[in-house]
C-alpha cells in the first residue's frame, strides 16, 4: 500500500472518533488499542489501531493515534498519525491534514 492509500482509509475512519469527548478518551488512557479490521482497494487485510495517551501531562492534553498495519514489515513500522484534545473538546492538531 501506498501513503495516499493510508490516508485515504484514515479520512473515512478519524470523523467517528473526533465525535468522541475528552472524558470519553480519557476513559480509554491506559486501555488496549481499539482494532479495525478493513480490506484495502487491492484486496489485502489491514488493521487499524487507535489509542489514546497523555500528550505530556497527566489531565492535560490528550494524544489520539491511529496506526495501519497491513501484514508483512508494516507491522514494525506502521504508518502513523495523530490528533490531539484538549479539556474543552477542541481537537487541536491533526497530523493528517499535514500530509495531505
Not at 476513559?27 to 487499524?48: H, L
Request: contains cysteine.
Amino acid at each position: 500500500m501506498k501513503k495516499k492509500d493510508y490516508i485515504r482509509e484514515l479520512r473515512k475512519i478519524m470523523p467517528v472518533y473526533k465525535t468522541r469527548s475528552y472524558n470519553e478518551w480519557k476513559e480509554r488512557i491506559g486501555q488496549d488499542s481499539e482494532k479495525i479490521e478493513y480490506i484495502s482497494r487491492n484486496g489485502t487485510i489491514c488493521q487499524i489501531f487507535i489509542s489514546a495517551t497523555w500528550n505530556k501531562n497527566p489531565d492535560d492534553i490528550i494524544k489520539i493515534s491511529f496506526a495501519i498495519d497491513h501484514g508483512g514489515w508494516a507491522s514494525f513500522f506502521p504508518f502513523a498519525v495523530s490528533i490531539c484534545i484538549n479539556s474543552n473538546n477542541e481537537y487541536l492538531s491533526d497530523s493528517l491534514e499535514e500530509l495531505s
